[in-house]
């Protein structure tokens, strides 16, 4: 079974401060691992993805397959970012690509 | 930049209703899905769409369910008989490929009364 555990319901930081919002995974096979975001009255997006490894609006995120985690990190956070985030996991390879989500983080980013 | 679409934005009906929800993908996608969102819960994969069949559903998507392509634009999810439980944010996504990315759309947040 896939399982994506995200500890905090909410964050709340002051700009300019570091931000990491916690992912962990549970899944017996290869996982693909996502980032989403959805901000105040928009639909969710797609922030990043572990397969390529890119810096996205200042965000990073990389896949610890000892821990099994995707924790997203930045290290300024700006107004802007406050917004509900998801992780999200799907399985590599196969017929089928359903994503299974966390619960999702509310990050408030305080001026 | 073209992005799904979904309608309505919001439907209230009253329990054991049939209610149809409509998405739009993205004109060259070739896989759809539906998700839902209880409030305060995750998001839920409940079925993906492909080549005019259904490929995979989840538990959740049991016999009141349906899904259609009627035509070359729209995917329609069905509830034929809705219950108090039903009630929840329902989001369309679709890909134009099995491992790129599925681009959401807005959602509906259907109430069940």
């Known amino acids: 079974a896939q399982r994506v555990t995200q500890p905090e319901k909410l964050l709340s930081v002051f700009k300019g401060a570091p931000v990491e919002l916690k992912c962990n995974y549970s899944?017996?096979?290869?996982?693909?691992l996502f980032w989403y975001v959805q901000y105040s009255r928009q639909r969710l997006q797609l922030l990043l993805r572990?397969?390529s490894r890119e810096s996205i609006k200042g965000f990073t995120a990389d896949l610890n397959k000892g821990e099994t985690s995707f924790h997203l990190k930045k290290p300024f956070a700006q107004e802007e970012d406050s917004a509900m985030y998801y992780c999200?996991?799907?399985?590599?390879?196969?017929?089928?690509?359903?994503?299974?989500f966390g619960k999702g983080t509310l990050l408030t980013v305080n001026p | 930049e073209p992005e799904v679409t979904q309608t309505p934005s919001h439907q209230v009906t009253q329990m054991g209703q049939e209610v149809i929800l409509r998405c739009v993908p993205i004109?060259?996608?070739?896989?759809f899905y539906w998700y839902r969102q209880i409030l305060g819960q995750k998001v839920e994969f409940l079925v993906s769409?492909?080549?005019?069949?259904?490929?995979?559903k989840s538990e959740i998507f049991d016999d009141q369910f349906s899904v259609e392509r009627p035509d070359g634009s729209n995917f329609t999810l069905k509830i034929r008989s809705t219950k108090l439980e039903d009630s929840a944010m329902y989001f369309c996504?679709?890909?134009?490929?099995?491992?790129?990315?599925?681009?959401f759309g807005p959602g509906t947040r259907l109430t069940v009364l």
């Open positions: 899944y017996s096979g290869s996982p693909e």
């Open positions: 572990h397969i």
């Open positions: 996504a679709s890909s134009d490929g099995l491992p790129n990315e599925q681009f």
């Open positions: 999200a996991l799907r399985r590599s390879g196969g017929s089928n690509y359903k994503l299974t």
């Open positions: 004109s060259n996608h070739l896989y």
């Open positions: 769409f492909y080549n005019n069949e259904i490929s995979e």
